[in-house]
């Protein structure tokens, strides 16, 4: 069946370190992927996404390239912000998915410390 | 604009109980979801709804009903409280099957 799989947590960084989550997925025809991030006491946001092969999603100064080839959508940010302490979620929907319903991966914490 | 709106933010239960879990969104979408999320897990769907008056199961509804009187308004009945449903329910709604799916603070339960 159709799953995502993430990098355990909790990851701890240094502000402004490099930042890489890893994301796989299995999945049959060709899924939506998606990155949330659910900041301390508040729901989920959606961070970015990409539709098909070779998209990149992007937003906040994160980046995720759908490799269909690696059935990979890691998350990258080039230099990490405390502000960006939160859960992230990487995500999948494909058009057999109940109602558009999306498939998580179990969420990876992130703490950046000054 | 709230967009999606849950109340309470935690409930405690005793094993038995009952209590509806109420989620209200603004936006006038017609696709409404309720999650589940375990410690360490990542979300599961409990129930969804296409619009009002059609509801249909999740991958995880055993313990658990729905209904969608209004667009806004889709609350989430737990009848016998079981401890197995200790957990973070998280609603969500979005205009269409394949747009942008938005989240609501969610709504902490803990069944003793």
């Known amino acids: 069946g159709n799953s995502v799989t993430q990098m355990e947590g909790p990851v701890t960084l240094s502000e402004e370190a490099f930042l890489t989550i890893n994301c796989t997925y299995t999945?049959?025809?060709?899924?939506?992927l998606f990155w949330y991030v659910q900041y301390p006491g508040e729901g989920l946001q959606l961070l970015l996404k990409a539709t098909k092969a070779d998209d990149k999603g992007s937003n906040k100064g994160f980046e995720a390239t759908y490799r269909k080839e690696t059935t990979s959508f890691h998350l990258e940010k080039g230099s990490v912000q405390v502000s960006d302490s939160a859960v992230y979620f990487c995500?999948?929907?494909?058009?057999?998915?109940?109602?558009?319903?999306?498939?998580f991966g179990q969420g990876t914490e992130l703490s950046v410390k000054p | 604009n709230a967009g999606v709106t849950q109340t309470p933010k935690f409930r405690i239960l005793k094993i038995g109980q009952s209590m509806t879990l109420q989620c209200t969104q603004d936006?006038?979408?017609?696709?409404m979801y309720w999650y589940r999320q375990d410690p360490g897990m990542g979300l599961k769907l409990i129930y969804y709804s296409v619009g009002a008056g059609i509801t249909d199961k999740g991958e995880v509804p055993n313990g658990y009903n729905v209904s969608r009187s209004t667009t806004e308004d889709f609350p989430l009945r737990l009848e016998l409280a079981a401890p197995s449903q200790t957990s973070v329910y998280f609603c969500a709604s979005s205009r269409t099957r394949g747009e942008t799916q938005y989240f609501g603070p969610g709504t902490r339960l803990l069944v003793l």
């Open positions: 999945a049959t025809g060709y899924p939506s």
């Open positions: 936006m006038n979408h017609n696709y």
């Open positions: 995500a999948l929907r494909t058009d057999d998915n109940q109602g558009g319903k999306l498939i």
